[in-house]
């Protein structure tokens, strides 16, 4: 598969298998099936001036309780991540890993060496002294949470360029390194925040960071890079003051009946621990390609994540969707036992 192949692309599945594509029961996508209510009539939206984006800011800082100019906004995470790569214009980087691909690709591209640390079995391996480590925290694809309390202290300590990812910190109750943020002037932190408002087709990630850094990286990005739709979305989904409350306690009860039927499959050796809405499953004597061909006749992606680092063929994701989605799969799944 190709080294940056990402889990989602239901249209290229449903023209393979040969279905239309609302048949497809998507459980490759890590994007959350539970919706905020919208209050906007987008039919009404005005888009004849340029966007502004003093209301995003301020929603958005207020979100996670930090000021207006610790905030920049990208087109989606994976642009931030692009843009700090290029903005740092550092040699090297350490990087937990298995990872989001991007993390990888961006430092490929930008000429950064990559030292990687192994998180399953070599969390507690030291990183060198100023380096640029990446954390993703939950964890892909994994969803694991880390109580990272002891690292950051090191890695300031050791005056590392630290980027946190947490992106699907909004799925969990867990507490966020926001915290250190005023203390440390070397830290980022990343919210993709198109992953917990289920809107992967609106583009709108955060980069969260002290006030100078912010300033600086402002200077090399565009004036414009969100579109009115994306910021009205983004705004109206965080006046939903119940959507957070919902959305846990949805996605809790679609994992509570998906795991006992992968832990009852035969098809399936080990499943990770996961704090996030997907669960990683190595699997017993097949490979994730060989599964997703089964899984064929009942119209359900999965995530091959064979070209994760230090993962093979017999790992594969499974995203926390809807009722019916699961019960589908596991229809599959009883076909085994």
């Not at 430092?107 to 192994?118: N, P, R």
Request: glycine residues 4%; charged residues 25%.
């Amino acid at each position: 598969m190709n080294s940056f192949t990402h889990g989602g692309d239901s249209e290229e599945f449903a023209q393979k298998i040969g279905c239309d594509i609302d048949e497809v029961i998507d459980l490759s996508s890590n994007i959350n099936f539970v919706r905020p209510s919208i209050d906007i009539d987008f039919n009404r939206l005005s888009i004849s001036a340029y966007p502004s984006y003093t209301k995003l800011y301020s929603a958005i800082a207020k979100r996670y309780g930090v000021d207006q100019e610790s905030v920049e906004l990208f087109n989606g995470g994976s642009s931030a991540i692009f843009s700090l790569f290029r903005f740092l214009n550092l040699e090297s980087c350490t990087l937990y890993s298995p990872a989001y691909l991007e993390y990888k690709k961006s430092a490929l591209l930008t000429g950064c060496s990559i030292d990687y640390i192994d998180r399953f079995s070599n969390l507690d391996k030291p990183v060198e002294a100023n380096s640029f480590v990446i954390f993703v925290n939950p964890a892909t694809p994994d969803g694991k949470y880390y109580n990272i309390d002891s690292l950051i202290k090191e890695w300031i300590a050791k005056e590392c360029t630290v980027l946190i990812d947490e992106s699907f910190l909004d799925f969990t109750p867990f507490e966020s390194a926001i915290r250190y943020l005023e203390a440390y002037d070397k830290l980022y932190i990343l919210k993709s925040m198109t992953k917990f408002y289920g809107s992967a087709g609106i583009r709108i990630g955060t980069l969260l960071s002290q006030s100078q850094n912010i300033s600086a990286i402002k200077l090399r990005e565009p004036l414009w890079k969100i579109s009115q739709f994306d910021s009205a979305y983004i705004m109206a989904s965080l006046r939903d003051k119940t959507f957070a409350t919902r959305s846990q306690e949805e996605n809790s009860k679609s994992k509570e009946k998906l795991l006992p039927l992968l832990q009852k499959s035969p098809l399936i050796k080990r499943i990770y621990p996961s704090d996030a809405n997907f669960i990683l499953v190595q699997l017993n004597s097949i490979t994730a390609q060989e599964f997703q061909n089964l899984l064929i006749p009942f119209k359900i992606m999965i995530r091959d994540c064979s070209n994760f680092d230090g993962l093979d063929s017999s790992f594969a994701r499974i995203a926390i969707k809807d009722m019916a989605s699961i019960e589908t799969l596991g229809d599959f799944l009883c076909r085994f036992q």
